[in-house]
């Protein structure tokens, strides 16, 4: 029961992660679009730095979907807590 809660309680916190990496990568995404200068994408040839792009966006896309789950996992665990770990206990 307490690592359910527990899990209850951290799911904000990964979910505004989730958010904030999103936001991180998109703004790479833009710098290496645009050619501005990023670590990254320092040593990197132009096919490279296409690939990178896609990549990224593909953890985006991954992300958004995390971003999505964490809502549904919320939910499940106020169930169980609600109708399974609470009444039992």
């Known amino acids: ?3 359910a809660y527990s899990q209850f309680l951290d799911t904000p916190n990964q979910k505004k992660k989730a958010i904030d990496q999103i936001k991180d990568t998109e703004e790479t ?23 990178s792009i896609v990549i ?16 549904i996992i919320r939910r499940i665990l106020i169930i169980y807590l609600a109708t399974v770990a609470i009444p039992s206990y």
Do not use: H, W
Not at 29 to 51: P, Q, V
Not at 56 to 71: G, M, S, Y
């Open 56 to 71: 990224k966006q593909q953890l985006i896309d991954q992300l958004k979907e995390d971003v999505q789950n964490f809502d």
């Open 29 to 51: 995404i833009e710098k290496l679009s645009a050619g501005r200068f990023t670590f990254g994408g320092m040593l990197k040839s132009d096919k490279e730095k296409k690939e």
């Open 1 to 3: 029961m307490q690592s």
